[in-house]
């Protein structure tokens, strides 16, 4: 008892000589906050050297009160849970014992059920900032960041793109008919480059989650950019990450709690000398480095819905870090979480984006992912979310959209990536359409599926993107990429278009992932290529622009591709054809699926033809006669209107 006495009465006498002295706090996030929101608790996180001892914080601010404090492991970080039930915007003045900081609340810019997220009614653009343009006034070398080099010679270091140059250039998204733009990650990630050609220009690998990375401009500069892209019409999606952060984030350096970050045991192995590319430090004597206390992850997405995983597979899919260099976030950690959930309200407010896509989404906790999406569905009731599911089964990708009755537990994500139609038309681009499984029945046979899906409409659609082999290839076949994206534009599906497709850049990730995110031609200074223009596109080029640019304005605002009933057809002679119709209206989508000519028979799609005459192909702007039986060339793609 004596003993017990002692150590409370040394507690005490260590809190009371904390609360004599200055706090000196380092940051506070969120940088700040809204008032006005459903949920009116908001938590800080305080950074500061022993601020988790402060003996009390208090304020005197009208309508806010101090629900609880949380002292975590670590003597560097104190939570304190603040109710806004019924405080107005304005600053209030946060006390830590000696220390007052001041903390902003503001007026919320319109309530969140008016913020209305992507749809099927719209075309997603997906583009690396880092590779897509640079802006006026941009500065190769920020100071304050670890060192890095800006080397467009180089595919895996960094390029010198910024959210400058993307917003320079919202006047071509215009034209091409694009409707959002999906930016590959844009906050601080500030891990140091190597001379192995290591680099984090993609982005994923999240050192700061309330800083737009320097690189690529300020968050006022993100602020900016959203806003002209919607004074012309344009949404932007936000690529977030919550399964893993960056290694040189703080949390890392000195971890919040013992179970903020999953198997964090090794990382006391790594204390200087960390190879940047495999996160390992290597050994005093140059021998291979401890990694007995590592768990990578598996990359199989499978246990996480398999009734009959193992323990031991489900922990190396959802505990396993991504790679050495991306520490693995607890998201059972109910402190954690409440923070990465509060981030993504925080950049809805604060910068306006439309829709968020979430990386990496089934390697997280699914019970965690869930409350993140109830959150924002109860806050954001109109907004929406794509998740990253990779794997090729509609089943496993239908089982995680929002109201699925393949799953115990409701997801509350509304859209999900369909990676099966992905898997399905790069095989089939390669493939003659047989009279059973090759070619284009491949997706007949995907979207027969489409039953398991609570919402086909909001499932995401894409022929290639970032982390895949451009869908060209190191070739120029026109003829397969017309017909994939006829497809895509048409069926039931949220279309996703790849940065520069529009203008046949190809390439594959054989060698390093930076051969399919080149630079886009006229994007940065000196580049005496330039797609930006009419002027500088080739005779190849402008002829793609223009054939997409046509078929992506006639998309927007069809009804009968937005909202139509969709039927499709058994490949029939190597002739695939799918139907979409709404009050009256027909769009036909006819491909040939062969390398040689082949006869539609016409009396075979009476169905949704009726007693058609001439109608109108769009993509050429030419009449095709339903009267009679169509000769097709090989490969011929027709999206027939009427």
Same mark, same amino acid.
Request: proline share 5%.
């Given at each position: ?21 200055? #706090? ?27 601020? $988790? ?13 101090? *629900? ?56 997603? !653009? ?11 006034? /941009? ?30 250039? +919202? ?15 844009? +906050? ?17 690998? #999240? ?42 984030? =703080? ?42 206390? !590592? ?17 031991? *597979? ?17 998201? /059972? ?133 970032? *982390? ?48 399919? $995110? ?6 940065? =200074? ?26 992506? /304005? ?25 139907? $979409? ?23 075979? !799609? ?37």
């Amino acid at each position: 008892m004596r003993r017990f006495l002692l150590v409370t009465a040394l507690v005490a006498l260590n809190m009371t000589a904390m609360a004599a002295k200055k #706090t000196v706090i380092d940051r506070i996030e969120p940088t700040d906050w809204y008032v006005g929101m459903k949920n009116p608790t908001v938590q800080l996180m305080v950074y500061g050297q022993g601020i $988790r001892d402060v003996a009390n914080v208090t304020t005197d601010y009208p309508g806010v009160t101090i *629900d609880s404090l949380v002292r975590l492991d670590s003597p560097n970080y104190l939570l304190v849970y603040l109710n806004l039930k019924g405080a107005q915007p304005g600053t209030m003045t946060l006390n830590f014992g000696k220390t007052k900081m001041q903390y902003q609340l503001k007026q919320r810019e319109m309530s969140g059920d008016k913020r209305m997220g992507f749809t099927n009614a719209d075309v997603l !653009y997906m583009l690396m900032p880092d590779r897509f343009a640079q802006g006026a006034n /941009h500065h190769p070398q920020i100071k304050g960041m670890r060192p890095y080099v800006e080397d467009r010679t180089k595919p895996s270091l960094r390029h010198g793109g910024d959210l400058n140059g993307i917003r320079e250039h +919202l006047d071509y998204f215009k034209e091409l008919g694009v409707t959002a733009l999906w930016l590959t990650p844009v +906050l601080e990630n500030d891990s140091p480059d190597s001379e192995n050609g290591y680099s984090t220009y993609h982005g994923y690998a #999240t050192t700061n989650y309330y800083r737009v990375d320097p690189r690529f401009g300020t968050n006022n500069d993100y602020r900016r950019l959203c806003d002209e892209a919607h004074q012309k019409g344009l949404k932007v999606v936000m690529d977030m990450i919550f399964n893993h952060s960056g290694f040189e984030h =703080p949390w890392t350096q000195d971890m919040p709690s013992k179970d903020w970050l999953n198997t964090p045991d090794w990382l006391n192995e790594q204390q200087s000398g960390r190879d940047p590319m495999t996160g390992f430090t290597a050994n005093a004597d140059g021998s291979e480095p401890q990694k007995s206390k !590592y768990l990578q992850t598996s990359y199989k997405l499978t246990p996480v819905v398999d009734p009959y995983a193992s323990k031991i *597979d489900l922990k190396e899919t959802v505990e396993g870090w991504f790679v050495p260099s991306m520490p693995d976030l607890n998201q /059972h950690n109910p402190h954690l979480m409440r923070y990465l959930i509060q981030n993504s309200i925080w950049w809805i407010e604060t910068v306006g984006i439309d829709g968020i896509r979430m990386d990496t989404y089934p390697y997280a906790y699914a019970d965690a992912m869930a409350l993140w999406m109830k959150d924002l569905d109860d806050e954001y009731p109109n907004f929406n979310t794509v998740g990253e599911t990779w794997v090729t089964e509609p089943a496993y990708t239908a089982a995680w959209q929002k109201d699925s009755k393949l799953s115990e537990k409701n997801t509350y994500l509304k859209t999900v990536m369909d990676f099966s139609f992905f898997d399905k038309l790069n095989q089939a681009k390669n493939e003659e359409t047989d009279a059973w499984w090759n070619g284009l029945n491949r997706l007949y046979n995907s979207f027969v599926y489409d039953y398991l899906y609570p919402n086909p409409s909001s499932v995401m659609a894409f022929i290639e993107n970032h *982390d895949t082999d451009r869908f060209l290839g190191n070739g120029r076949d026109t003829l397969a990429l017309k017909q994939a994206l006829a497809l895509l534009l048409t069926v039931k599906r949220i279309p996703q278009l790849y940065y520069g497709t529009e203008v046949l850049m190809n390439g594959t990730k054989e060698v390093t992932d930076g051969n399919v $995110r080149k630079d886009f031609p006229g994007g940065f =200074p000196g580049d005496k290529h330039n797609c930006f223009t009419k002027e500088g596109r080739s005779k190849a080029e402008g002829a793609m622009f223009n054939w997409l640019s046509r078929l992506l /304005h006639w998309r927007q605002g069809n009804k009968a591709v937005i909202e139509g009933t969709q039927t499709q057809f058994i490949p029939y002679n190597g002739i695939y054809v799918i139907a $979409r119709q709404f009050e009256g209206r027909t769009v036909l989508t006819i491909l040939n699926g062969t390398s040689k000519p082949a006869k539609m028979e016409v009396a075979r !799609y009476q169905e949704v033809i009726g007693q058609k005459g001439k109608v109108r192909d769009i993509l050429t702007n030419r009449y095709v006669d339903l009267s009679k039986d169509l000769e097709l060339k090989a490969r011929q793609s027709l999206i027939l209107d009427f």
